[in-house]
């Protein structure tokens, strides 16, 4: 059978880190509270020249390089963003512009953090559907750009940046051992709406708005919302948390992380937490986390493999994957 199979990841972060002592004198906060409540000490913050479509195209270029491959290599460009750089077209087809790609489709995935998710298990269906043979996933944001900067509940905790893969087609027998995405789960409820949004929008108030949320209201669902759709997805492949090799979950909050790990039974030691460098970069969280695993060593060719994000809607979803 076809498998959808990991060829090279790649990141790209703006070029400004903001400490949490730098919010110190805009809200009243300190470094303290936010390092206890969330993990976070740094996030990067886009300059005016840095955009949802510039990172997105850095990430591709180095997860193009690491697998070896081409712009031309790729048949689907999937990205993931909350954040496009216009209303429309989407920022997905000024990546594939910027990459020189004149063959081929690209279209943008709206599921807020959870899109990363959403674009591997669709990324994975062009693939076993043969759409597409090779397929670059990218998560890509600029919340900077949706923070009202004089709430101090909200932003402290966001960030930029962007994450990318290669997918490739291969061949698997149909078992867990082959290399390839495993299994997948998706899920929403949008009677969630109002505990995470962003309070504009093209059809409404003709402006972009800023993000709002109850963020404890956030962390009481959280928990319970990603361990129901990771054990979704150990059932479907038929393993449990002790099969793992690691877990990198959607980097909002070092407390959500431990949580969920504690609850499914996950050791410290194979969680990817780089929530203290880069805060929450929605959509490109997971990417980001997964591309410095990569690049320091710690996941390797046939390790397994588990993606989580849980994001506004509410949406959630797990991926596992063999790399
Ligand atoms: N600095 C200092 N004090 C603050 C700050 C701040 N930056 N922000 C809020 N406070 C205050 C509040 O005003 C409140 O004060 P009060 O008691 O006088 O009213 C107090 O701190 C406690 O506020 P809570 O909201 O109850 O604090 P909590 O412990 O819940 O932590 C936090 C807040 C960090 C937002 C937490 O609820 C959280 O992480 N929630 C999940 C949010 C999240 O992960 N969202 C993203 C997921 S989806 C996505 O990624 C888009």
């Given amino acids: 059978m076809i498998r959808s199979v990991v060829r090279g990841t790649g990141s790209a972060l703006p070029r400004r880190i903001m400490k949490n002592a730098d919010f110190e004198g805009m809200v009243e906060t300190s470094d303290e ?12 913050i886009a300059a005016d020249d840095e955009t949802t479509a ?3 195209e850095a990430a591709a270029r180095a997860a193009l390089k690491n697998a070896g491959l081409t712009p031309d290599d790729i048949d689907l460009i999937v990205l993931a963003t909350s954040t496009p750089n216009n209303t429309f077209p989407a920022t997905a087809v000024e990546i594939q512009q910027r990459l020189g790609m004149r063959h081929g489709f690209a279209f943008d995935m709206q599921a807020v953090c959870s899109g990363f998710v959403y674009a591997m298990t669709t990324a994975d269906l062009y693939i076993r559907g043969g759409a597409a043979r090779r397929v670059l996933v990218i998560g890509s944001e600029t919340f900077s750009r949706l923070l009202d900067w004089t709430d101090r509940s909200t932003c402290v905790l966001f960030g930029d940046g962007a994450g990318a893969l290669v997918l490739e087609a291969g061949e698997g027998q149909g078992t867990i051992a082959d290399r390839g995405v495993l299994a997948s789960s998706l899920r929403s409820d949008g009677s969630h709406r109002e505990k995470l949004y962003v309070d504009g929008g093209p059809s409404t108030t003709g402006t972009v708005g800023h993000l709002r949320m109850e963020g404890r209201e956030v962390f009481k669902h959280a928990v319970g919302m990603i361990t129901d759709v990771i054990e979704a997805t150990f059932t479907q492949a038929g393993i449990t948390a002790d099969d793992l090799d690691w877990f990198v979950p959607h980097q909002a909050n070092k407390r959500i992380i431990d949580a969920s790990a504690k609850k499914l039974g996950i050791a410290d030691e194979k969680v990817v937490v780089t929530v203290d460098l880069h805060g929450n970069t929605s959509a490109a969280s997971v990417p980001l986390a997964l591309s410095i695993a990569v690049a320091d060593g710690r ?3 046939g390790d397994l493999v588990l993606l989580e994000a849980m994001g ?3 949406t959630w979803g797990a991926v596992l994957i063999r790399w």
């Avoid at 936010?34 to 740094?42: D, E, H, L, V």
Wanted: aromatic share 14%.
């Fill in 33 to 44: 509270w936010i390092a206890q409540r969330t993990g976070i000490r740094q996030r990067y």
């Fill in 312 to 314: 506004g809607g509410f």
């Fill in 54 to 56: 510039s990172l997105g």
């Fill in 299 to 301: 996941i390797k060719p």
